[in-house]
């Protein structure tokens, strides 16, 4: 299951000057979303509708209400920035995102300071689902409310660029406003993360006048009512566990929705989702098995989508506080006893990938995967490894999988039969998804296996999101003080993205791999079935669907 | 042998649905020996079945006492228990549910042998046949489950049932009322005769005035949990006190044709 | 009157099923079960608890029952589930008839009395309603969250779970026979409380339970299905039909029947078998 990240310290970054020059000057004149993305639908047209499938996901409509299934409400609420769609290489109307740019939204652009300090926004004229136009107390109420609500998400995941808004964030006037951030190097991930969920501005003309003095920002309110955000559509019917439907917004700041009427249904079996696709019931299914999308997909009417880079990793956590995990050589002899390919094959049907050993991924500027271990299935080199450890006749262990994931326990079973070559006993423990994130939380059992993503995708993000310490995202419970020390060195270069960080972040990615906590067995493409009759599926780093993207193609 | 079954100043309560209480026996005094037929008649819920239940010791007094030769019977121990049931026996009323309908009949007349005689299989088979005959009953049909069986014949048995221990006290609660006019005589006729012959008494409760009237000496009219008239047989019925018996005798005036 | 009507019917029953070569009959699928019980893992041609192929192949010359969507042999894992399921099935069933009776039969003689029995009683009859009004599932969830995933721990959950019902039937044929003139009348005979609850209360109303027995032994495999959906059931792969169901049953709804469909066809004719012997067994008495 998917999960936004908290990374902890993430993301120490410093720009170039000639960057961070680009940047300041750049005025997002050229709307990037809704124009440039579906040069093939033509036919949407007025009163267009579409159908998804989802399993029941736990719709919430805000970050600050915990974690829930955030698809709908990503789509009632705008962000400050937006990562733009480019088009995949597969073609078919797939899309992702470029997510090492980002450009206007409720924000219609930007300067930074010279010192890479302080970012002056100006806001567009968007108009909330409530009628107000945005203004710049918008922004300051929608972060003092992320941030003083209790189990609101928003804060763990902006530190440390943002860790207290009352001083950071400034009004100018109702329009411009300033955030300030502590170093400069942190602006890429910053960005990214305004871009994201936690880049959502609430209506809080509309909102303040559902303030009780029990509920100072209107929480309990919201998360019954949730047409309060700038974003393309609002919530014209809602059945919790049922079915939630959704109107295209005519005055959206980025233009009118093609889509004018999203209906979501609530299916709960995967095989039922896929069918309904096939059958022309739904035209979106979500959470599909490999297995159907690999198998429908040959049908010229449906799309399993690919892109370049997914980032959503099947891997294998390896938790070092206890044996065997706690002998390097053994964690190494499991990165050699994990057979890949096969996973690849057997479990996901093609549609995954493996680039490699490691988990950032390949597109980032400066990236390089010099001197990473070869780790591929060699169950010989895993078993003298093995021998080296001191189990020269093989060792057992648990390995925890959530039974809310057909697919990764699949992939557990290959793992158990092939590993048992290398020497490896393996005691696969299915449990319920809670009982698992508890688990995994807490490192109780000796291994895991899931599928889960950084959401926010910059290379000092993604290489703490698993490691922080003492985090509660650090599966393996691993702490490596040269590779916490390679990462600090990292984040005290100018520019994220630059060659010379890339450079440092190989050599934390090479000691996170030669150390193997855990094991990342391959990328896996977005677990979708989209009708041929819909276009502008695009990948986001968060995994949920914009359905503002989505157009038709006529019959 | 002295048998004498003793209701002194009985009380009865079953509580209700909401703790409602409600009397099904109140201050009944009885005399039950083997000397005399008694007959208890009275309309149904006029308490005569919570009477007959507590004369065999299967329930007990709220209040008041039933003593068996002195002892309460609610307090007897289980040897003095077995001692009374061989002296008291109970004839029941719906035959159709009186068997086990999974057993034998003859598994069923074993019982009291085994439980009362302590005969041994053969000796208590032995009796059965003997009582079974004595009842123009085939003892082939001993065999047979209840169901099997006639009505008037499982009735037999159920006689039968009560006269293997060669009881002195006979209770018979609604013994003929499920059967046909014909049959109900045989049937009095053959526990009349049994009394007689073997200096049994009878206890005889009935909703009907006429077998009662017809099979005993002395008679007890019941109505709503209290006797309301006792006395012979014929001053009972002839010189009657209370109203409720004047009715049940007219109503036997008219199905009878007895002159007044 | 109903029983003395529908009496007749079962002894007719009794007497075919009592024929001898009509007999025999009944029992050869649950011999050839025990048989496969036994033996099921020799006879085995893959091994049942590996990737032995690529997943997903249909039925064919190699695998006979095709493979599943990890790629394991499904006709190996159906035979050699057959261990399992019987000692699930079996020990939950005796368990929960058994206990179940036994509660019934205890809360039906002495619901009715007044004092601490009583009330004991009635409480557990409350608590009988109340543990039926709880989804078995959960039930069964929260007990295997304690005790941990296992055979025993499966068996001693899933009979938590089947026997309110069992021990309802009971009760509620329990308070029909206690009215019955025959008690009334064993006790006239000498019978003792004991023995007439062991002559007569506990033949006359079991029946309701022991016919139920087969119903219970499949739910018993359906609800380890449902409780290895939601992953506490038997450590996968381990072969059980229910979870192979469970897993297999999306894929159904894609044309990939046969991953669902053999090892529901064995529980399907499993469950015929025992009934058969179900009714060989207390079919009459």
Redesign the interface.
């Known amino acids: 299951m998917s999960a936004l990240r908290s990374p902890g310290g993430t993301g120490r970054w410093r720009r170039s000057r000639a960057a961070l020059a680009l940047a300041a000057v750049t005025a997002f004149a050229v709307a990037c979303s809704s124009s440039a993305n579906n040069p093939g639908t033509a036919a949407g047209g007025d009163g267009a509708s579409m159908t998804i499938v989802t399993p029941d996901t736990g719709i919430t409509w805000t970050l600050d209400d915990g974690f829930g299934g955030f698809e709908p409400g990503k789509n009632v609420q705008a962000t400050l920035l937006r990562k733009p769609f480019v088009d995949s290489p597969q073609g078919r109307g797939v899309q992702q995102q470029d997510v090492y740019n980002y450009g206007p939204y409720l924000a219609s652009s930007y300067e930074v300071s010279p010192d890479g300090l302080t970012y002056t926004f100006h806001l567009s004229n968007a108009i909330s689902a409530s009628g107000n136009e945005i203004t710049s107390d918008d922004v300051l109420w929608s972060y003092e409310r992320k941030f003083g609500t209790p189990g609101s998400l928003a804060a763990g995941i902006m530190a440390p660029s943002l860790t207290d808004p009352a001083q950071q964030i400034k009004k100018i006037d109702d329009k411009t406003f300033t955030i300030t951030i502590p170093q400069a190097g942190l602006g890429t991930t910053f960005l990214a993360l305004l871009s994201d969920l936690c880049g959502q501005i609430y209506d809080s003309t509309e909102l303040k006048k559902h303030v009780t003095p029990d509920d100072p920002y209107a929480v309990k309110w919201s998360a019954q009512n949730p047409n309060y955000g700038f974003g393309p559509y609002e919530v014209t019917d809602y059945k919790p566990g049922q079915s939630v439907t959704m109107t295209a917004r005519d005055d959206f700041v980025l233009g009118p929705p093609k889509v004018k009427t999203i209906n979501i249904r609530i299916v709960p ?4 989702r ?2 309904a696709v096939k059958n022309g019931d739904a035209d979106l299914a979500e959470n599909v ?1 490999p ?2 999308s690999a ?2 997909s040959q049908d010229p009417n449906l799309i399993a989508p690919q892109v370049s880079n997914p980032n959503t990793y099947i891997m294998m956590p390896l938790v070092t506080n206890k044996a065997p995990f706690d002998n390097t050589l053994v964690r190494q002899a499991m990165a050699y006893a994990t057979p890949y390919q ?1 996973i690849i ?3 996901y049907r093609g549609l995954a990938q493996r680039k490699g050993p490691g988990f950032l991924l390949d597109d980032a500027p400066g990236y390089s995967n010099a001197g990473f271990p070869d780790y591929t299935y060699d169950p010989a080199k895993a078993k003298a490894l093995l021998a080296q450890a001191g189990f020269p006749n093989g060792v057992g262990f648990t390995l925890a ?4 994931e ?1 697919d990764v ?2 992939a ?3 793992i ?3 590993a ?1 070559a290398a020497g490896f006993d393996i ?7 809670s ?2 994130a508890q688990q995994r939380t807490n490192h109780t059992s000796q291994a895991f296996i899931l599928r889960d993503y950084a959401i926010t995708l910059t290379p000092p993000y993604e290489l703490l999101v698993y490691t922080a310490p003492n985090g509660a995202n650090n599966f393996a419970d691993w702490y490596y003080k040269p590779f916490q020390d390679a990462l600090a060195y990292g984040n005290t270069l100018p520019d994220a993205l630059s060659d010379q960080a890339g450079q440092a972040w190989n050599s934390a990615e090479k000691m996170y791999l030669d150390e193997a906590p855990i094991v990342f067995i391959g990328q896996v493409q977005p677990n979708v079935l989209v009708s041929s009759r819909i276009t502008g599926y695009a990948w986001t780093s968060d995994n949920w669907i914009d359905y503002f993207n989505f157009g038709t193609v006529s019959p | 042998m002295s048998a004498t079954i003793q209701f002194t100043d009985v009380r009865r309560v079953f509580r209700g649905r909401g703790g409602a209480e409600h009397a099904a026996v109140d201050g009944v005094d009885l005399l039950v020996d083997s000397s005399t037929r008694l007959g208890i008649v009275g309309e149904s819920g006029s308490g005569k079945s919570t009477v007959v239940r507590m004369m065999l010791g299967l329930d007990h007094p709220t209040a008041g006492s039933v003593e068996f030769d002195g002892v309460p019977l609610a307090s007897m121990s289980a040897p003095a228990l077995r001692a009374f049931r061989r002296q008291v026996q109970l004839v029941a009323q719906d035959t159709s549910s009186s068997f086990d309908p999974r057993r034998t009949l003859r598994d069923a007349l074993r019982k009291p042998c085994h439980n009362l005689l302590e005969l041994d299989t053969a000796a208590a088979d032995a009796a059965i046949d003997r009582t079974l005959e004595a009842l123009s009953l085939d003892p082939a049909l001993a065999a047979r489950k209840p169901h099997q069986v006639s009505g008037g014949q499982r009735q037999r048995f159920s006689i039968a049932r009560a006269l293997v221990v060669e009881p002195t006290v006979i209770v018979c609660d609604e013994a003929v009322s499920a059967l046909d006019v014909s049959v109900q005589g045989s049937v009095l006729n053959l526990l009349k005769e049994h009394c007689e012959n073997h200096d049994a008494g009878l206890v005889f409760v009935s909703h009907g005035l006429p077998a009662t009237a017809f099979i005993s000496e002395e008679l007890v009219v019941m109505y709503q949990g209290r006797v309301v008239e006792r006395g012979p047989v014929g001053r009972v019925l002839f010189e009657t006190e209370h109203p409720y018996t004047q009715t049940l005798v007219d109503a036997y005036r008219v199905t009878e044709g007895v002159p007044s | 009157m109903a029983l003395a009507l529908d009496t007749p019917d079962r002894d007719t029953r009794r007497r075919r099923t009592r024929r001898p070569g009509i007999a025999s009959v009944t029992l050869v699928p649950a011999a050839i079960l025990v048989l496969l019980a036994v033996l099921g893992p020799v006879l085995v041609p893959f091994s049942p ?3 032995v192929d ?3 192949l249909p039925p064919g010359g190699a695998h006979w029952f095709g493979t599943d ?4 042999d499904v006709f190996s894992r159906t035979i050699a589930a057959t261990r399992n399921n019987l000692l699930i099935g079996l020990i939950t069933t005796v368990l929960a008839t058994s206990l179940g009776i036994l509660i019934g039969l205890v809360v039906g003689m002495n619901e009715s009395r007044r004092g601490p029995v009583g009330t004991l009683a009635r409480g557990v009859s409350r608590a009988l309603d109340l543990v039926q009004a709880v989804p078995a599932i959960i039930i069964g ?1 929260v007990l295997i ?1 304690f005790f941990g ?1 296992s055979i025993p721990s499966l068996t001693v959950a899933l009979t938590v779970c089947l026997l309110p019902n069992q021990a309802r039937l009971v009760r509620a044929e329990v308070l029909r026979v206690r009215g019955e003139a025959y008690l009334d009348a064993a006790r006239v005979s000498g019978d003792s409380e004991l023995v007439l609850i062991a002559k007569h209360v506990l033949p006359n109303s079991s029946w309701p339970a022991l016919e139920n027995a087969s119903l219970v032994f499949g739910s018993a495999i359906v609800l380890t299905a449902g409780l ?6 038997l ?3 381990t072969p059980e039909w229910g979870s192979m169901i469970a ?1 297999g ?8 029947w046969w991953s669902a469909l053999f090892p529901a066809v064995a529980l399907a004719l499993t469950v015929f078998a025992v009934s058969g012997v179900g009714r060989r067994l207390f079919g009459d008495d």
């Open positions: 079996d995967p095989g039922t896929a069918n098995t297995a159907d198998t429908l096969q094959d057997n479990v999988v959530s039974a809310a057909p326990r699949e557990a079973i290959q158990q039969t092939q048992k005691t696969i423990d299915e449990m319920p998804a009982e698992f | 608890i590996d990737v690529r997943p997903d969507s990890a790629g394991m969830l969250a995933a290895g959906f939601l992953g506490v059931g450590h996968p792969p897993i049953a999306p894929g159904a709804a894609s044309g990939r």
